[in-house]
């Protein structure tokens, strides 16, 4: 399964998208593209945001369900990407797909309305997995600077480090807190999108904070792709892009302030 959002003219804005479903007989016609969807090589099934109403803006925005089998379906090739090597990411093409009305998902011209209301979710897991990878290369990186010397003493002893891994603990578990409580409000139904929104940029900035400093304190092995802070830190880059980007998280938390 692979969502279809984001296109090759833009993400952040996705009440502008262009790719387009019109309505042929009982059939509907889909034309356009998608970039950066994640499985988006490997899936069997897309659920595609698509504009069904060109004079609706967002409300003219419907998602369907797509199977990779249609005719006129077709994959770019596999992106190469900084990090995140373990899930494919690719371009989709849509020329003249043709599907029938079951293939329409929720109410036509409601995407726009189901994929705000579904967001937040995904932020929120965004938000849960940012600060547990980071917190586990936190932990292995503590144990380094407590078995790595240099002059005479373990790393971590020098004052510089043992107050920084003091900082880097207290951001990932106050980071926790706040998350805990959005999974609390989550569960009950009530997590607004503006909280997670705070979750979501929150934890990816102390996220990738935290890792740059675990790979410092490894000093050049750090750097090395053998090494799991490496990886971490390439991996971890993203999180300030995807999902809806920081800028955009911060746009919706200002809008709320009133401005
Ligand atoms: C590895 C990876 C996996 C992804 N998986 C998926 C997926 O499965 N499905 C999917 O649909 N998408 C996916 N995306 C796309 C991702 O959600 C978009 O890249 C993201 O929303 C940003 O869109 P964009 O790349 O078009 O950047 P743009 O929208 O062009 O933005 C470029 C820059 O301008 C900033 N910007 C834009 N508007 C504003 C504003 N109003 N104020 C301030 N700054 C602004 C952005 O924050 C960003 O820094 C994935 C991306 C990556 C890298």
Redesign the pocket.
Known sequence: L?????EPS????LAALKTSAVKDGDDWVINGS?T???NGYSADLIITAVRTDPEKGARGISLFAIPSDAPGFSRGRKLD?VG?DESD?AELFFEDVRLSEEHVLGELGGGFIAMMQKLPQERLGCAISNVAHAKQILVETLQYTKDRKAFGAPIGTFQHNKFLLAELFTSIEVAEAYIDTCVIAHDKGELTPVDAAKAKWWSSQVQNDVLDHCVQLHGGYGFMNEYRVARAWRDAR?SK?????N??MK?LIGRDLGL
């Open positions: 692979a969502i279809g959002m984001t833009g993400g952040s804005d998608k950066f969807i994640t990407k995140q990411t993203v892009i995807w999902a809806g980007s800028e955009i746009e």
